[in-house]
């Protein structure tokens, strides 16, 4: 007979998520996922295996619900520019208010991991397209409504604004100045004009 789980799944994955959210994959140990998670090793393994699969869990849960979050915002009826706008100036207001100072997970995995972590770079890569296809489709909806002159790329442009979203939050992790971030998001904003 099998035996029943002690803990929640759900629950420890959130806790394991906010635990690498804010150390990062390399600072994160295995003693450090024990104690924060208050499960045994074993646990940790056969419910979710190694601290590299763990790690691409708690990715993957960060990044469903910040993706879907940016794809609602942009897809909503009626006008199309006003949200991106708000979207950009709710990135710069998060990233300089971040009290925890964490920056984006995304963010925070591309530098990490990106480079040498295939699984990493392929899930980073996806939200970043999620993101970029959200932006192009919003942009492309607001030329085809009047809102966004016809000489502009919204492609070109979504990419600069993906661009601007991620730097905001390495700025935000390392030095959240506030003025420095609305600054370079009305400045950003302004391209759109």
Avoid at 57 to 85: F, H, I, M, N, W
Avoid at 109 to 134: C, H, K, N
Avoid at 179 to 187: G, K, M, T
Wanted: hydrophobic share 45%; aromatic share 6%; with cysteine.
């Amino acid at each position: 007979m099998a035996r029943t789980k002690e803990f929640d799944p759900d629950a420890v994955l959130q806790k394991a998520m906010e635990l690498f959210w804010e150390r990062g994959y390399e600072a994160t140990s295995m003693a450090d996922l024990v104690d924060h998670l208050g499960i045994a090793r074993a646990s940790i393994y056969a419910t979710f295996g190694g601290k590299h699969d763990l790690y691409l869990k708690a990715y993957e849960r960060y990044v469903q619900s910040r993706d879907r979050g940016v794809v609602e915002t942009l897809s909503q009826p009626g006008p199309a520019l006003p949200a991106v706008r708000a979207l950009v100036r709710a990135y710069a207001d998060e990233s300089a208010t971040d009290p925890h100072r964490r920056g984006c997970m995304v963010v925070n995995t591309a530098v990490e991991l990106g480079g040498r972590d295939p699984q990493a770079a392929r899930r980073v890569e996806a939200s970043w397209d999620i993101v970029e296809t959200a932006l192009t489709s919003a942009l492309t909806r607001a030329r085809a409504q009047g809102e966004l002159s016809a000489d502009k790329d919204p492609r070109a442009l979504a990419r600069f604004l993906l661009v601007l979203l991620q730097g905001m939050r390495v700025l935000g992790r390392a030095h959240p100045d506030p003025a420095r971030l609305r600054d370079a998001a009305e400045q950003a904003l302004a391209a759109l004009d």
